[in-house]
Nanobody, 114 residues
C-alpha cells in the first residue's frame, strides 16, 4: 500500500487543520490505518486509529480535539481542532494490510505557533 499525506502547515494556537492520507488501494481492503506524529528529538507516537469496521481510538492527548475519518474510496482524514504548540510535529500515515504488512507515508509537517 502506498500512502501520501497532505494538509500540513503553520497554524496559530487554537486553530484547525485537516490532514489527508491518500492510499493506493481501496480503504476497505486495509485492516488498520493510523496517524502517528514525531516531534523533534522525540519518539514517534500514535495519535489516532481507524479500523476496517469503522471503530476509532485516540491518544489521550488529542481526545476531544482530533477526529479520524475516511471516505468511501481511498482517503483517511485527521481533523485537528483547538491546536496547541505541543501538537507541533511531523504527522505520518500508517497502514496495515494482510500479506502486504506495514506501510508508511512520507510525513507532513504541522507547526502550531503564534
Amino acid at each position: 500500500v502506498q500512502l501520501v499525506e497532505s494538509g500540513g502547515g503553520l497554524v496559530q494556537p487554537g486553530g484547525s487543520l485537516r490532514l489527508s492520507c491518500r492510499t493506493s488501494e481501496n480503504i476497505f481492503s486495509i485492516n488498520t490505518i493510523r496517524w502517528y506524529r514525531q516531534a523533534p528529538g522525540k519518539q514517534r507516537d500514535l495519535v489516532a486509529t481507524i479500523v476496517r469496521g469503522g471503530s476509532t481510538t485516540y491518544a489521550d492527548s488529542v481526545k476531544g480535539r482530533f477526529t479520524i475519518s475516511r471516505d468511501n474510496a481511498n482517503t483517511v482524514y485527521l481533523q485537528m481542532d483547538s491546536l496547541k504548540p505541543e501538537d507541533t510535529a511531523v504527522y505520518y500515515c500508517y497502514a496495515f494490510k494482510p500479506f502486504d504488512g506495514d506501510s508508511w507515508g512520507q510525513g507532513t509537517q504541522v507547526t502550531v505557533s503564534s
